[in-house]
């Protein structure tokens, strides 16, 4: 096994040089902080520099390991040990499980610490942190715990009236309790507490702001527009839409039969992507909100908290990232009424809208970006260089290619196409297109999706039926 190379593919691992016994303290850290979060691999004779050390005692430093794990940490975690020989020279790898009992607390001197991950550091969760481990280890979510507000000093008009306008079903008293609004107690839990008409959560606000130029502070009028909203989270994302409605542009043109319309931003990018700040933040974090940053060539979208899984979005494939939900109780309700994805893929809706506007281009792709502790879409203005230099037209761009078309007239040659022969293979529109067989294994997903197409029989003897051209 080639010790570098494992590292090199490890994205959760941390390195020693040797097994310190006096100072257990200074690998046990590790150790609590992969248990806390999502694991990770402990190697032992291995420097700072990546020079394979080796051990000298392997064997005696895995039982001084093991037992120095049993006797020092508090719960204990699930671990495997693995020794490893590499040109005559021994290691020991140190494999360390998720736990499901968080935290996982060093014991040391009489202290009791727990740690966490902050790059490829471990450090000592603070008592937000802390908080968050609990509930972890509860097996249970910030938005689902209790308040200490009854139900007779709230009210859900705004809940109600949307629910009913956008399900046509009708919102009852005991729905409060079924979707995990209120407790067998009557009192409201925290996604109660939001999505009551009252101003109940402090933290439940968003910071909108339109600024003049590309940055913060670009001139001396630095803000064209800024507003803040507080209270029912409905309420936060209908103020937000509005906001940004009012402070981006919408141009068009006229074509041969109607008016082309091009949004600075696809409203549907621009939905998910609140929609997910308000519905992914950490509430518990105590006076943090969400903010709204428009520029003049790209929308800023930032929520408190990372990745719910502890993951860095910037680091996975957002098309296939799986569904984290760290209020799961929002994310049904919101679900529920069409206002989000209940199967998890908003970020890949936010880049599909992208896709299907006329003037896209690779380089206005919406880019995610996450911490441990906060999350970023960046959405760009498509217009942007339209509006300042119309030697800009992507039409124009000599990075594009000139066969290229927008994704919105691909779908509708690949509809076209099936319709003419419903066996061509995607291999074969991969050809005919001049995209990657990815890229059509994305746009017949989509399709399938929105109903426009229907695949009968298998792989090779299969067909595809089409129900309708694409508008």
């Known amino acids: 096994m080639n010790l570098l190379k494992y590292i090199g593919e490890t994205t959760s691992y941390d390195k020693k040089e040797k097994l310190e016994t006096?100072?257990?303290?200074?690998?046990?850290?590790?150790?609590?902080?992969?248990?806390?979060?999502?694991?990770?691999?402990l190697i032992f004779g291995i420097s700072d520099?990546?020079?394979?050390?080796?051990?000298?005692?392997?064997?005696?430093?895995?039982?001084?390991?093991?037992?120095?794990?049993?006797?020092k940490m508090d719960p204990?975690?699930?671990?495997?040990?693995?020794?490893?020989?590499?040109?005559?020279?021994?290691?020991?790898?140190?494999h360390v499980d998720a736990g499901s009992e968080t935290p996982y607390y060093v014991i040391d001197g009489g202290n009791r610490t727990s740690y966490i991950r902050i790059g490829n550091q471990s450090v000592a969760a603070t008592s937000i942190d802390l908080k968050k481990l609990v509930l972890k280890g509860l097996n249970k979510t910030f938005d689902i715990m209790q308040t200490d507000i009854n139900i007779k000093n709230a009210t859900f008009n705004k809940l109600r009236i949307e629910y009913e306008r956008r399900?046509?079903?009708?919102?009852?008293?005991?729905?409060?309790?079924?979707?995990g609004l209120v407790t067998k107690d009557n009192f409201l839990t925290y996604a109660?507490?939001?999505?009551?008409?009252?101003?109940?959560?402090?933290?439940?606000?968003?910071?909108?702001t339109r600024w003049n130029g590309l940055t913060k502070t670009s001139g001396l009028m630095e803000a064209l527009d800024d507003n803040e909203f507080e209270g029912n989270i409905l309420l936060l994302l209908e103020n937000a839409l509005n906001f940004i409605?009012?402070?981006?542009?919408?141009?068009w043109k006229k074509g041969p039969v109607y008016r082309e319309k091009f949004p600075d931003y696809p409203e549907r990018a621009v939905q998910e992507a609140v929609v997910n700040a308000l519905i992914h933040r950490d509430y518990s974090v105590i006076g943090s909100e969400v903010h709204i940053?428009?520029?003049?060539?790209?929308?800023?979208?930032?929520?408190?908290?990372?990745?719910?899984?502890?993951?860095?979005?910037?680091?996975?494939?957002?098309?296939?990232?799986?569904?984290?939900?760290?209020?799961?109780?929002?994310?049904?309700?919101?679900?529920?009424?069409?206002l989000m994805e209940r199967r998890g893929s908003g970020l890949k809706k936010i880049i599909e809208s992208y896709e299907f506007e006329k003037f896209y281009m690779d380089k206005l792709k919406p880019e995610f970006k996450s911490t441990q502790s906060s999350f970023f879409v960046v959405l760009r203005n498509l217009n942007y260089n339209l509006q300042n230099d119309p030697q800009n037209d992507p039409q124009n761009d000599p990075q594009n290619d000139p066969q290229k078309i927008s994704r919105q007239d691909r779908l509708s040659k690949i509809v076209e196409i099936l319709s003419e022969n419903p066996s061509t293979t995607r291999i074969e529109l991969s050809k005919?297109?001049?995209?990657?067989?990815?890229?059509?294994?994305?746009?017949?997903?989509?399709?399938?999706?929105?109903?426009?197409?229907?695949?009968?029989?298998?792989?090779?003897?299969?067909?595809?039926?089409?129900?309708?051209?694409?508008?």
């Open 22 to 41: 006096n100072k257990p303290k200074s690998w046990l850290k590790t150790v609590s902080a992969f248990a806390n979060e999502n694991g990770g691999v």
């Open 76 to 94: 204990i975690p699930r671990i495997r040990l693995e020794n490893y020989n590499e040109n005559e020279k021994y290691f020991i790898v140190l």
């Open 432 to 471: 005919i297109l001049g995209v990657g067989e990815a890229t059509i294994k994305r746009d017949f997903s989509y399709l399938k999706e929105i109903g426009e197409v229907k695949r009968i029989g298998g792989s090779k003897s299969g067909k595809w039926i089409v129900k309708q051209k694409i508008e």
């Open 293 to 338: 940053d428009i520029y003049d060539d790209r929308m800023e979208i930032y929520s408190p908290g990372g990745m719910y899984d502890g993951t860095l979005i910037q680091n996975v494939d957002p098309y296939t990232i799986s569904s984290s939900r760290r209020n799961p109780v929002l994310a049904d309700i919101f679900g529920r009424m069409d």
């Open 192 to 208: 109660g507490a939001l999505f009551a008409d009252e101003y109940l959560v402090y933290q439940s606000r968003i910071f909108c």
């Open 245 to 251: 409605k009012v402070n981006t542009k919408k141009m």
């Open 167 to 179: 399900t046509n079903k009708r919102f009852e008293e005991k729905d409060l309790f079924s979707f």
């Open 49 to 71: 520099k990546d020079e394979l050390i080796g051990l000298k005692d392997y064997k005696g430093d895995s039982e001084v390991i093991s037992e120095t794990i049993k006797t």
